[in-house]
């Protein structure tokens, strides 16, 4: 199924799949899910993820403890899209897993566990002609990173081979939780905005790194069609038991669609 966002903004959360293990993840992610999450990224873990700080990088690691490779991840998200037909599901992974899989074999897996889209995270769109076209067949959307530091020429590459939305990185460096929006986001979405379609066909653009409250999410809707959730939800999975883990993530999540000062109250 296409990926839509059905809230403004829509709402994307990132899990570490396998943290804490891969039924606590399934119950997290139905949580999110049933809580207003447009669309999940089940992150791969990964013994070398460069872009990802360390609330993320403990994660992986102690996903990565626990055994969990690629081919668990696609069989999580089998058993998701089975619980939840209508949820967006999204394959978060480094290369290095994918190539190891096979990139044929892996669209194929992947398509057949009803995956939406992939964001192969240290994939660039002028190397990417085999692994779009793989992308294509199996009639998965790739989904691309787009960074403030980014030419012109890039993001309106990104624009025309990017499908369900593009991924803009709210500031340079790796992902982590933020007191504020970087004043970079908002002129990246207009940038992007330039090479993404008129209003009836534009590509929605959904903007992570950093974002870890209500007010966060507020101001991702000034100017974006989407605001991703990951540091700030695995930090707080990681704070929890695997036991209450789901309802702490419903809970935030309802709250992330209230203004931290409406919370207060």
């Given amino acids: 199924m296409p ?9 994307v959360v990132y899990l570490t799949a396998g943290d804490p293990s891969l039924e606590a993840t399934r119950e ?8 207003g999450a447009d669309v999940i990224e089940l992150g791969v873990p990964f013994n070398d993820p460069v872009a990802d700080g360390p609330i993320i990088q403990r994660a992986s690691e102690r996903a990565l403890a626990r055994g969990t490779r690629l081919k668990d991840v696609l069989v999580l998200c089998r058993e998701i899209r089975a619980a939840r037909p209508n949820s967006g599901l999204v394959l978060f992974s480094y290369l290095n897993p994918i190539l190891r899989y096979g990139l044929s074999k892996f669209a194929d897996d992947a398509a057949s566990a009803g995956a939406d889209g992939v964001l ?16 294509t067949r199996a009639h998965l959307a790739p989904i691309f990173l787009a960074a403030p530091t980014s030419p012109d020429e890039r993001l309106e590459a990104i624009a025309a081979h990017s499908v369900g939305f593009v991924y803009a990185i709210s500031r340079t460096g790796i992902t982590g939780k933020q007191q504020s929006l970087a004043v970079d986001a908002a002129a990246l979405v207009a940038r992007i905005r330039r090479f ?22 507020a101001q ?10 990951g540091s700030a939800i695995v930090e707080l999975i990681e704070r929890s038991t695997p036991e209450t883990a789901a309802g702490a993530v419903a809970r935030f999540i309802k709250g992330l669609r209230l203004p931290q000062t409406a919370l207060a109250r």
């Fill in 3 to 11: 990926i839509r966002f059905n809230h403004k903004p829509g709402l």
């Fill in 28 to 35: 997290i992610a139905l949580a999110a899910i049933d809580e």
């Fill in 120 to 135: 192969a995270t240290d994939m660039i769109v002028e190397e990417a002609g085999e692994y779009l076209a793989e992308m």
């Fill in 196 to 217: 993404s379609g008129s209003d009836g066909t534009r590509l929605p653009v959904a903007v992570g790194f950093g974002i870890s409250n209500a007010d966060h999410v």
């Fill in 220 to 229: 991702v809707a000034e100017f974006a069609d989407a605001a991703v959730v």
